[in-house]
């Protein structure tokens, strides 16, 4: 954000963001919300990552599991993000209680009966190379899952992680939002494969896009999309021109009204040339994902990255005034409301109405 000076007095100028700029915040989503990437948390390993307001203690025992507590020591408050990982105890640095990978209290630090004060614990999924903590607004405990994925090539996954203003629907949203593909993406033009398939807690919907760049001319992308709530994207993306297939992991995580944390993983791989003999299709093949891993995994950030100044300054806007060309949005936020609290007194989701007048902006 750009500042001037005028008669002494700091002029703000520019865009104010989301979380800055007072306009309504989503409630938080429930659901699975990704916390950090496996290879952050080794063995004996305490990070303190905040998820819908609060802080989540994330720690990996001993015997390679992971557990996820909520941060304040039962005995005397103490946060355990200060903690340590003693094989599978987790050891408040307060007073030294240690909890055991169920939560409770196995020993104090001065020998004396440990008191029957569990930690509280919250249901964590490590999978396809994230791991992530299960947060529901009426306590409920899972009621589905995020699976593993195949895997694609050879090499390590990719990751990154950015903190932004913005909301977590918004991301998810982009998948079905057609139009801002040409506007914002530059891809020359892109289509919906037959309509988004909406089972439960995930979606799925087929893309194809149609490019062109130096060299290459015109060519296709075909991407595949699997939805898992308001948390995870899991893209197959294939050019078929390049042999180029990319499997990429989008996860944002609501961790303050309008604001949130966006993490990536990107995995890559290449066909191996039918026109040559196997060992050597195969060597081609690595050669080609060890030497453009770097490259394709900048450009993949890049293209998510076109996102981002909108959704850090962008308000939820409902209804929208929808348009031709939008994408099938109307749909996927009538999906979306199962993830959010009910207002007392109504049997109505929160955002119920809200979708409903967004229907007869479609209908206009």
Request: hydrophobic share 40%; proline share 10%.
């Amino acid at each position: 954000m750009g500042e001037s000076r005028e008669y002494g007095r700091v002029i703000s100028e520019g865009p104010t963001p989301a979380d800055a700029a007072g306009a309504p915040a989503l409630p938080y989503p429930s659901g699975w919300a990704a916390l950090a990437f496996s290879d952050e948390l080794r063995p004996g390993t305490v990070l303190t990552r905040p998820l819908a307001g609060q802080d989540v203690v994330l720690y990996r025992l001993g015997s390679g599991a992971i557990r996820a507590v909520r941060p304040y020591c039962p005995h005397l408050g103490a946060h355990l993000g200060l903690a340590e990982v003693d094989g599978d105890d987790l050891v408040c640095p307060f007073h030294f209680f240690a909890f055991g990978p169920d939560g409770t209290c196995v020993r104090t630090g001065y020998d004396t009966a440990p008191p029957r004060s569990p930690l509280s614990q919250l249901p964590v999924l490590e999978v396809n190379g994230a791991v992530f903590v299960w947060r529901h607004h009426d306590g409920r405990e899972p009621d589905w899952t995020i699976p593993d994925w195949h895997v694609i090539g050879h090499r390590p996954a990719r990751s990154a992680a950015w903190e932004l203003a913005g909301n977590v629907q918004e991301v998810i949203e982009n998948s079905v939002d057609l139009g801002h593909f040409a506007t914002l993406h530059g891809w020359n033009r892109a289509e919906i494969g037959g309509p988004v398939v909406y089972d439960d807690a995930t979606f799925h919907v087929s893309m194809r896009a149609h490019e062109s760049a130096p060299l290459l001319g015109d060519f296709v992308v075909e991407v595949e999309v699997d939805g898992y709530g308001l948390g995870c994207l899991h893209a197959d993306v294939y050019t078929p021109r390049l042999g180029l297939r990319m499997c990429t992991m989008v996860m944002p995580t609501a961790i303050a009204p309008n604001r949130m944390q966006f993490r990536q993983l990107n995995r890559i791989a290449f066909d191996e040339p039918s026109r040559l003999p196997a060992p050597l299709a195969r060597t081609v093949s690595r050669t080609a994902a060890r030497l453009l891993d770097r490259a394709v995994f900048r450009s993949s950030c890049e293209f998510t990255a076109a996102d981002f100044p909108i959704w850090h300054h962008k308000q939820y806007q409902q209804p929208p005034r929808l348009a031709q060309g939008d994408g099938p949005i109307g749909p996927f936020r009538r999906w979306a409301r199962r993830f959010y609290p009910v207002p007392p007194g109504q049997g109505r989701p929160m955002l119920l109405d809200l979708v409903e007048r967004t229907e007869g902006a479609e209908a206009r």
